[in-house]
């Protein structure tokens, strides 16, 4: 839950006796090991009121603390820049470390939050969503007719997204496709199948333009899309992502997945990632990022 001053959660019962930097994985999936220990230490956690060691051993029912400086606040409309505006459709850039929609527990900011004072006095509705750690295209429509026929569109099979990834490996083939068929019933992980699913809109087209020092961009495809669908099949295909705290070894503070371009009968977008392979396997080799 949330109010003005705090971000609070109740610790579950399967959390009992845990440490407090593992159990606070429970409330904030998508935040690694090293990102929930320096929230810890930065001393804006309480555990029932008292802020706690990292070693702690948590009890069930016991409330969690957050105060909102240490994870609101860090993201303005100047945060999301307009990309494209095409009649009641716009594409915003969004950055790593912010959330699409505003999450029901609370725990972090939003671009769906951000829209109002993006768009003042023009109602926006956000049409897909961006893991937290991913960057890139966004689109929102300014009405519920033209969102719905975006949604249409989708159902379709006529709107096109790519996206620029780096993963682990080589591939032996510069083109494949994924089509183990997704299972999103564990809503923070998204498991793939032994079984190819007949659902083109589920299926990701694969294309390796570079590899380099045993990392490899890709440029993925896909249709509509699932939850995670990108980071599970190339983690399925043997080629987690850089920076993956779900699918590979990553601590959470940075992902290199970016949405770069999106095309419909509506409108194409394109956009930049921030970040290129050099950069990736760069840091990798410091062990800065896994």
């Known amino acids: 839950m949330t109010n003005d001053t705090t971000t609070m959660w109740t610790m579950p019962p399967q959390a009992e006796g845990w440490r407090l930097d593992k159990a606070l994985e429970l409330m904030l999936p998508e935040v690694g090991l090293r990102g929930r220990r320096r929230l810890i230490e930065s001393g804006g956690l309480t555990v029932n009121g008292r802020a706690r060691a990292a070693g702690y051993r948590v009890r069930a029912g016991q409330r969690v603390a957050i105060v909102p400086d240490d994870l609101v606040r860090r993201f303005g409309p100047a945060d999301l820049p307009v990309v494209l505006t095409a009649g009641d459709y716009v594409l915003l850039n969004k950055p790593a470390g912010l959330h699409s929609a505003a999450l029901a527990q609370g725990g972090g900011e939003s671009v769906e939050a951000l829209l109002p004072g993006l768009f003042p006095g023009r109602p926006a509705w956000l049409l897909s969503r961006l ?138 977008a394109v956009c930049d990632a921030p970040w290129n392979l050099a950069e990736a396997v760069e840091i990798v080799s410091r062990g800065a990022v896994s």
Do not use: N
């Open 131 to 268: 893991d937290r750690l991913t960057t890139g295209l966004l689109p929102a429509a300014f009405s519920q007719a033209s969102a719905t026929a975006y949604r249409d569109m989708e159902e379709a099979g006529e709107v096109d997204k790519t996206y620029l990834a780096v993963g682990h490996g080589e591939p032996g083939a510069t083109y494949f496709r994924c089509d183990g068929e997704l299972d999103a019933a564990d809503r923070k992980k998204t498991r793939v199948l032994e079984r190819a699913t007949i659902d083109s809109l589920r299926m990701t087209e694969v294309e390796a333009l570079e590899t380099r020092g045993g990392l490899t961009l890709f440029r993925c495809t896909i249709k509509k899309g699932a939850r995670h669908q990108i980071r599970a099949h190339l983690a399925w295909a043997g080629h987690p992502l850089v920076g993956d705290p779900l699918y590979g070894k990553g601590e959470g503070e940075r992902l290199y997945l970016h949405c770069a371009g999106i095309d419909c009968p509506a409108f194409a």
